[in-house]
């Protein structure tokens, strides 16, 4: 992905173009023999690479860089333009010992990119940069406070590992000093709750070099999360008519050839193994195949329809090792599938109920506006050879869908399943990046590819349209979402330590194991601090490990039967009677209650 952007014209285009020089211009006060190499504006301000012959800055420079370049800034030095002819253009900047420059200017030249054979410059007060612009008219044009030096790293020239290591000086900039420190407060934010420090912090996960990249093993906190999940799908697909399946991770080469995972799925797939001489398996990158020859395996009448086949698959894909990023990008993984076979009069009805789940789930989740990308298909040839009319009309209902339940949404050509169109949630991270949680699918070449039929009220038979819907994503994915967004605290119903019982002395060990074992017996995730620390230490560490509910129990609560309850974040505490805590934790479960984000109130 490259780093540069595009939008020439606007401001902040502008302004860190500007920014650049007028660093550059700074550094090369503090450093005079420095070499330039590039220095483009990117996401969230720009960098410039600088050769300083063996000797790179420190950290502790850029303060005084910052400082020369507000100088710079105050004294308005305007930003001029000049074309020069190539030739003139390299022997300058080889005469002015700018060798990258030089080479690049060269290079500009021989692609024929030099436009009419000129390169152009832009001089600001003492400094000149071969540079295509657009820049501001002066450095006064810099608002105040809007820019801050970030970070140096190593880059090499043209990413070139042969050539010199170079030191990339990173800067942050913004149309002014408020968008400024709230990106800064953004992403202190997400370094904090970034799910793969909050995955070993709180026990989660765990990447194993033996095991390999990109294959989580999920710690028992974990699974607690994936757990609570599944249950409570399940409990949603059982009222919403869903039966569940259970299908193989592996399969042979035969069921992806018809499928068509073979060829147009390839590249997302592993090797296969040779087995018994003559057949070849595969692991499985998605589970809808398995799905079909369930629905397959006896004739179905209109009546039954629409059958909605549910399982919590486990597939596997191939990325690229350098594209691997914590949870939210793996080679294994778990996902919340469900194929959806029906008529035609009933895929706009099965779509709706399939976009109500998604509303119900998110909202439940507290994940907040979600985007909705439609994406088609285009001429490439990516997508199993079917006719355009079948394309348009496929494309045409989930259109409705969306315009019919108000789902504002934008359209993406040539990003459709291989199968089908589909529909892209997009959630918003802390950052403010896109990604896609999970997808819907509406399909109308499976049926025909694996002869599924069903027979109308007429008595003829017909294909059914088959919807592939995922909800919750995949646990990997979602988790990772669900990681970020509750900073780790997550809400009672999911907690994998619900409530810690922390007894003020020894004293109250033994009234606290029985209220444990109650609760225990009760399927509560209970844990008593019997440990030898200090009373506060016992409290600090239920707080670290951001477990929901403390439960206190002092002399006092020994005698009344009672608990001291604390929340969470929440100051508060309340003395209750143990009877009346427990069933409000029960009903807090029950009701999947929010505790993380809304205050529930405590029992009196
Ligand atoms: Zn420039
Ligand atoms: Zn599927």
Not at 417 to 424: H, I, N, Q, R
Request: charged share 30%; net charge negative; aromatic share 10%.
């Amino acid at each position: 992905m490259s780093e540069t952007i595009a939008q020439a014209d606007d401001f902040l285009y502008k302004l860190r173009h500007s920014l650049a020089h007028i660093m550059a211009e700074a550094v090369l006060e503090v450093r005079p023999d420095a070499k330039l190499a590039f220095g483009p504006p990117v996401d969230f301000g720009f960098y410039y690479d600088f050769d300083f012959g063996g000797q790179p800055l420190g950290e502790a420079d850029l303060t005084d860089i910052e400082n020369r370049m507000r100088a710079i800034i105050k004294r308005r030095e305007l930003f001029e333009c000049r074309t020069v002819p190539v030739p003139e253009a390299v022997k300058q900047l080889a005469d002015a010992g700018q060798g990258y420059k030089a080479e690049y200017a060269q290079e500009l030249a021989d692609t024929g990119k030099a436009s009419e054979g000129t390169l152009s410059f832009y001089t600001n007060g003492p400094f000149t940069d071969m540079c295509e612009g657009p820049h501001l008219e002066h450095t006064g044009q810099v608002p105040k406070a809007c820019f801050k030096l970030d970070r140096i790293s190593g880059s090499y020239w043209r990413g070139d590992e042969k050539r010199p290591m170079l030191s990339r000086v990173y800067a942050l900039a913004f149309e002014d000093k408020v968008k400024l420190d709230d990106y800064i407060a953004r992403r202190k934010l997400a370094q904090e709750r970034d799910h793969r420090k909050l995955g070993t912090e709180l026990d989660l996960y765990l990447m194993d070099e033996e095991v390999g990249v990109g294959l989580p093993l999920w710690m028992p906190n974990g699974t607690v999360l994936r757990e609570e999940l599944e249950k409570w799908a399940k409990e949603e697909e059982f009222r919403a008519g869903y039966q569940r399946v259970s299908t193989p991770a592996i399969t042979r080469k035969e069921l992806y050839l018809r499928s068509g995972h073979l060829p147009y799925y390839a590249d997302s797939m592993y090797p296969p193994m040779p087995v018994d001489e003559h057949d070849e398996y595969y692991l499985r990158p998605m589970n809808c195949p398995h799905h079909h020859k369930i629905f397959d395996a006896r004739p179905h009448s209109y009546r039954e329809l629409p059958v909605r086949l549910c399982e919590y698959g486990n597939t596997y894909r191939y990325e690229k090792h350098g594209s691997l990023a914590g949870l939210l990008r793996v080679r294994a993984m778990c996902m919340n599938d469900a194929h959806i076979y029906c008529a035609d009069e009933q895929v706009k009805s099965e779509f709706e109920r399939v976009i109500d789940m998604y509303k119900n789930y998110y909202g439940q989740l507290r994940m907040g506006n979600f985007r909705v990308r439609l994406s088609l298909h285009d001429e490439s040839g990516k997508f199993v050879a079917s006719d355009e009319e079948q394309w348009n009309t496929s494309e045409d209902i989930v259109r409705r869908v969306l315009h019919d339940n108000a789902i504002a949404f934008e359209e993406e050509k040539g990003e459709a399943a291989f199968y089908g169109p589909k529909v892209d949630i997009q959630v918003t991270n802390l950052l403010g990046r896109e990604e896609t949680v999970s997808t819907c699918q509406l399909d109308f070449v499976m049926a025909e590819r694996f002869n599924l039929t069903y027979v109308d009220a007429k008595g003829d038979r017909q294909r059914p349209y088959i919807l592939h819907r995922a909800p919750l994503s995949t646990h990997e994915r979602m988790i990772s979402f669900l990681i970020e967004l509750y900073g780790g605290a997550f809400p009672t119903w999911m907690a994998p330590v619900q409530v810690k019982i922390v007894p003020v002395s020894e004293e109250q060990l033994e009234y606290a194991s029985k209220i444990a074992a109650i609760l225990h017996h009760d399927l509560f995730r209970v844990q008593v601090d019997d440990t030898h620390e200090t009373f506060n230490k016992k409290i600090r560490n239920a707080v670290t490990h951001k477990i929901p509910n403390i439960w206190i129990l002092g002399k006092k609560e020994a005698e009344e039967s009672s608990v001291t309850w604390r929340r969470y974040c929440i100051k508060e505490q309340k003395t209750t009677p143990f009877d009346v805590a427990h069933v409000a934790l029960q009903k807090m479960r029950l009701e999947r209650a929010m505790d993380n984000f809304e205050d529930v109130g405590l029992p009196l």
